[in-house]
């Protein structure tokens, strides 16, 4: 059984990426143009990593800032070290930033898993070309093997 395809869209400065592992599928007659564009993929999805990791730092920061007004708040009011930060934790603006990390934190992981699968289909590609390589270079050899005219001659009056 096959596992199935998901064409993943996730948000990257807000914009919608495509994880879409059909971009991965090579046969033996692709498997050039496949190799020829697999790099441009891979420069594509570092860089979106880059910028959803960006991003990821930033909800952090402002996660942070957010739960240290309302620890501050909490504590102005008389509030002890433990209340202001049961307080901050429970407030409705941390936990929306906190939960803003937790999504990026997803389209981080989701991006790095979609590059280590091309990192995977590459090896796999790879090693597919070095077997075809090898078939071909076995079947030139039964081929041009015959050096005399006649048995050249014969092998063309056979074909």
């Not at 807000?14 to 059909?22: A, C, F, G, M």
């Not at 697999?38 to 910028?51: A, S, T």
């Not at 909800?59 to 942070?64: C, F, G, K, N, T």
């Amino acid at each position: 059984m096959e596992p199935p395809i998901e064409n993943l869209k996730v948000i990257v400065n807000n914009k919608e990426v495509s994880l879409d592992p059909r971009n991965m599928e090579f046969s033996d007659n692709t498997i050039n143009e496949y190799m020829e564009r697999e790099y441009g993929w891979v420069d594509f999805f570092g860089k979106q990593l880059e910028y959803a990791q960006k991003e990821k730092l930033l909800a952090e920061i402002d996660a942070e800032a957010i739960f240290s007004q309302k620890y501050i708040e909490a504590k102005d009011d008389g509030g002890t070290e433990q209340y202001a930060k049961a307080k901050a934790n429970a407030n409705l603006e941390v936990i929306t930033a906190k939960k803003k990390v937790v999504e990026l934190n997803e389209t981080v992981g989701q991006i790095k898993a979609h590059l280590k699968a091309w990192d995977r289909n590459h090896d796999n590609a790879q090693n597919r070309g070095y077997t075809l390589r090898k078939e071909m270079d076995k079947l030139n050899k039964d081929i041009y093997k015959m050096t005399e005219t006649s048995d050249l001659d014969r092998f063309v009056s056979e074909a």
